[in-house]
Nanobody, 123 residues
Framework: QVQLVESGGGLVQAGGSLRLSCAAS????????MGWFRQAPGKEREFVAA????????DYAEFVKGRFTISRDNAKNTVYLQMHSLKPEDTAGYYC????????????????WGQGTQVTVSS
C-alpha cells in the first residue's frame, strides 16, 4: 500500500509561485507514474500533470502548459509540482496520485491518492 502526503500549498498573490511536494512511502516509488490533479469548489477533479517513472515523459493539461513543471526525485521518493504565474483560477485542492501503469493521465488509472494540499491564489 502506497501512502502519499502532499505539502507546499498556501496563499499566494496572482503572478506568484509555489512548489508542491508529494512524499511517497510504502511502495516502490520509482516504478509508478506520478500525477497531480486538482479540484476547485463545486467542480470536478481534473488532471494537471503526470510524469513517468524515469521522468522521461511528462504530460500537462493545456491550462498549465508553460507555467507548471512536474518533476521527481526517485532517491527521495518525492514528486514536485513547480507552479509559476499563478492565477486566481488555479485556486483548488491539489492532489498527488500514483499509477501502476506505464503511462497515465486519467483519474481512473491512478491507484493511490494523497489527501491534498490547498492552493489559494488571490487577485
Amino acid at each position: 500500500q502506497v501512502q502519499l502526503v502532499e505539502s507546499g500549498g498556501g496563499l499566494v498573490q496572482a503572478g506568484g509561485s509555489l512548489r508542491l511536494s508529494c512524499a511517497a512511502s510504502g511502495g516502490t516509488f520509482s516504478t509508478y507514474v506520478m500525477g497531480w490533479f486538482r479540484q476547485a469548489p463545486g467542480k470536478e477533479r481534473e488532471f494537471v500533470a503526470a510524469i513517468t517513472w524515469s521522468g522521461g515523459r511528462t504530460d500537462y493539461a493545456e491550462f498549465v502548459k508553460g507555467r507548471f513543471t512536474i518533476s521527481r526525485d526517485n532517491a527521495k521518493n518525492t514528486v514536485y509540482l513547480q507552479m509559476h504565474s499563478l492565477k486566481p483560477e488555479d485556486t483548488a485542492g491539489y492532489y498527488c496520485a500514483a499509477s501502476r501503469l506505464a503511462i497515465a493521465t486519467m483519474q481512473r488509472n491512478f491507484d493511490y491518492w494523497g489527501q491534498g494540499t490547498q492552493v489559494t491564489v488571490s487577485s
